[in-house]
T-cell receptor
Framework: DAGITQSPRHKVTETGTPVTLRCHQTENHRYMYWYRQDPGHGLRLIHYSYGVKDTDKGEVSDGYSVSRSKTEDFLLTLESATSSQTSVYFC?????????????FGPGTRLLVL | DAKTTQPTSMDCAEGRAANLPCNHSTISGNEYVYWYRQIHSQGPQYIIHGLKNNETNEMASLIITEDRKSSTLILPHATLRDTAVYYCIVRDSNTPLVFGKGTRLSVIA
């Protein structure tokens, strides 16, 4: 399994509070991604990063920001959490040195916004 | 939007081959076919990918039609642990994965 960890694995928070989720990799892969998964919607891309300090928006980026100050860490921040952001969040990584970029996923973070 | 069409659900008897179809009629020449699966509550797991040739690894085989408009993922001897949602995804090497609804495979004892 790819060396990907996510923290925290579970979090309960209140509406309006800031929340930061962390994805940490030990593979030195260039690309990192944040997805959310909700019933009836499957996995949807929030943001991704193609290098340190280089990020781009995905399909559902509103209400989220990201930062990547070093290769191994990709942070997802909810500046002011809302109940609609209750979801399971998955981080993924991929290796740009290969001809075909296979994405590997972390174990997920379950976030409940009350 | 996902560029693939998959059946919503399938059943397979334990020990038999599971054949999961996928239609991708608008696939372009530089797009690969990827298969992932997601076992309940876990992160998606990479299974296999291919461009135009059939591929096999320790988990599964991927059969791609000659016109590349459809493919089939084959799990040769399905076990109860293969019960999962299986996603067929087409992409070129430059884009993040876009997931559709997938096929829910139930392996029955």
């Amino acid at each position: 399994d790819a060396g990907i960890t996510q923290s925290p694995r579970h979090k309960v928070t209140e509406t309006g509070t800031p929340v930061t989720l962390r994805c940490h990799q030990t593979e030195n892969h260039r690309y990192m991604y944040w997805y959310r998964q909700d019933p009836g919607h499957g996995l949807r891309l929030i943001h991704y990063s193609y290098g340190v300090k280089d990020t781009d928006k995905g399909e559902v980026s509103d209400g989220y920001s990201v930062s990547r100050s070093k290769t191994e860490d990709f942070l997802l921040t909810l500046e002011s959490a809302t109940s609609s952001q209750t979801s399971v969040y998955f981080c993924a990584i991929s290796d740009s040195d290969r001809a075909v970029w296979t994405q590997y996923f972390g174990p997920g973070t379950r976030l409940l916004v009350l | 939007d996902a560029k693939t069409t998959q059946p919503t659900s399938m059943d397979c008897a334990e020990g038999r081959a599971a054949n999961l179809p996928c239609n991708h009629s608008t696939i372009s020449g530089n797009e690969y076919v990827y298969w992932y699966r997601q076992i309940h509550s876990q992160g998606p797991q990479y299974i296999i990918h291919g461009l135009k040739n059939n591929e096999t690894n320790e988990m599964a085989s991927l059969i791609i039609t000659e016109d590349r408009k459809s493919s089939t993922l084959i799990l040769p001897h399905a076990t109860l642990r293969d019960t999962a949602v299986y996603y067929c995804i087409v992409r070129d090497s430059n884009t993040p994965l876009v997931f559709g609804k997938g096929t829910r495979l139930s392996v029955i004892a």
